[in-house]
């Protein structure tokens, strides 16, 4: 977590704006080297490590997103490893810099944003209360002017008043992102925003309704990349599941901003 602050001020937002719970910080480049160095020392020899940038917003604490990134790409290298970045940004902050690195050094890049103007800037305002979308969309066009990274993925937060989902996922797609998916609020400062018992029965029928709409898709040959369907039939195919819906402290570890 590089930087425990953000620019936003997202109403369902679990981590009270990226300071969690405590005063807006910033990660120093020696604490990300030294969580970079244990990374590579205690992975396993023979696997590939991926080394995440979270917030609140990491672009908020760029210059170390960006040495972090070299540094690593460096160590691991040293150490015969291969390693792989990601990131999770509100998208409000990119600049052609950083889509150079993105693309260099091909990050998995996730990007928040809950639908068109109007639905996103309902639940995703700045902290002047002005909205974000045409900002994400700014972000964008410099990812594709500059660099896009290796893969570029939406997400969309649902709460129990986000109407229907299809219309929101139609216009996430057409953005350009090569996959977009849905998360629900399970816990929000404002318990008006977080899914209780009876919420999920009407979202399950909006995600069966989107997953109709990529199943027709796929049927006729054209791509739909609807990310939460793609991962379920993936699972279907290798007769597998995930266990856990988070994998912390077991396939991941996190670094706070103190180390």
């Known amino acids: 977590t590089v930087a425990q602050a953000c620019n936003m001020g997202c109403g369902y937002c679990y981590a009270d704006e990226g300071r969690f719970g405590g005063k807006a910080r910033l990660m120093s480049l020696e604490v990300a080297t030294a969580a970079v160095d244990r990374l590579i020392a205690e992975s396993k020899p023979d696997g590939d490590i991926v080394l995440g940038f979270m917030g609140g917003?990491?672009?908020?604490?760029?210059?170390v997103v960006h040495g972090a990134t070299r540094y690593a790409e460096r160590a691991a290298a040293a150490a015969g490893k291969?390693?792989?970045?990601?990131?999770?940004?509100?998208?409000?902050?990119?600049?052609?810099?950083?889509?150079?690195?993105?693309?260099?050094?091909?990050f998995s890049l996730a990007v928040s944003i809950d639908g068109d103007r109007t639905g996103n800037d309902r639940?995703?305002?700045?902290?002047?209360?002005?909205?974000?979308?045409?900002?994400?969309?700014?972000?964008l066009t410099i990812l594709e002017r500059h660099g896009r990274p290796n893969h570029l993925s939406a997400r969309l937060t649902v709460t129990p008043r986000s109407g229907t989902l299809a219309p929101a996922l139609d216009h996430i797609i057409g953005l350009g992102f090569d996959s977009a998916g849905?998360?629900?609020?399970?816990?929000?400062?404002?318990?008006?925003?977080a899914f209780g018992q009876q919420d999920f029965a009407r979202f399950l029928d909006e995600m069966i309704a989107?997953?109709?709409?990529?199943l027709k898709h796929l049927m006729d040959g054209r791509s739909y990349p609807f990310a939460n369907f793609e991962t379920a039939l993936n699972e279907i195919h290798r007769g597998t599941h995930r266990p856990y819906p988070c994998g912390a402290g077991a396939a991941y570890l996190s670094a706070s901003a103190e180390g």
Do not use: W
């Open 210 to 214: 989107c997953g109709r709409i990529a």
């Open 82 to 106: 291969r390693i792989r970045f990601s990131m999770t940004t509100n998208g409000t902050l990119i600049t052609p810099e950083d889509a150079v690195l993105f693309a260099e050094h091909r």
């Open 57 to 63: 917003e990491p672009l908020l604490n760029r210059t």
């Open 123 to 139: 639940q995703r305002p700045m902290h002047d209360g002005s909205g974000s979308y045409d900002r994400i969309v700014k972000g």
């Open 182 to 193: 849905f998360a629900a609020v399970l816990d929000s400062p404002d318990p008006s925003l």
